[in-house]
């Protein structure tokens, strides 16, 4: 089975400013949220229906979970957006890992995406992380989007990876990237890049 895509932004630095559309605000994780976590992430990923118990044991009871890392994009105090601020280890203090960005399809068109992904990279850059990485699958064009945009650069992790990156580019006429893909080792202290390539 092919890996996921990895994603690297390779500092924190000059992030845009966050800009929510009226009638939306952001706010990090509070107790009873665990519902609208899985009921989000079910929305937006499609699959099993997820239930507060499965926000349990995939992100809250998990030892690198932090509550003011999980945020939420609410509409009139409901959430309906969420992006995890994740650690791909306990003692991980430089690379920090977005994870399970979603929103309810009855929101899409909003961005909301990228404003959530934004208070991610926002929390990481605050806490003194160097850099941010992610995982995403090919056809996720919408969360690919947001991800460039945001200043993610594509990193191979496995030899497929380079095709499958010039096909989706092409898809959604994005210029080539191979100057800033061979850069991102360049760029990272050697540490860095093992844990990104890994």
Not at 41 to 68: K, L, M, Y
Request: glycine share 6%; hydrophobic share 35%; with cysteine.
């Amino acid at each position: 089975m092919a890996r996921q895509l990895r994603m690297v932004r390779p500092n924190l630095d000059d992030l845009p400013k966050l800009e929510l559309p009226d009638g939306y605000s952001i706010r990090s994780y509070q107790e009873g949220d665990d519902v609208h976590w899985a009921n989000i992430i079910s929305d937006s990923f499609g699959g099993r229906e997820r239930t507060a118990q499965d926000t349990h044991n995939e992100i809250t009871s998990r030892d690198v979970f932090v509550p003011d890392g999980l945020f939420f994009v609410t509409y009139q105090d409901k959430p309906v957006g969420t992006a995890c601020a994740w650690r791909q280890s306990v003692n991980e203090t430089d690379v920090g890992y977005v994870h399970m960005v979603g929103v309810l399809g009855e929101h899409t068109g909003q961005k909301l995406g990228k404003w959530v992904s934004l208070a991610v990279l926002y929390y990481f850059r605050d806490h003194g992380f160097s850099c941010s990485m992610l995982d995403t699958d090919d056809f996720r064009i919408p969360a690919i989007k947001t991800y460039l945009n945001l200043g993610f650069v594509p990193v191979y992790v496995e030899i497929t990876q380079p095709k499958r990156w010039e096909t989706i580019l092409k898809q959604i006429e994005f210029p080539p990237m191979t100057t800033q893909i061979v850069q991102v080792p360049e760029i990272l202290p050697s540490e860095l890049w093992v844990k990104v390539s890994q």
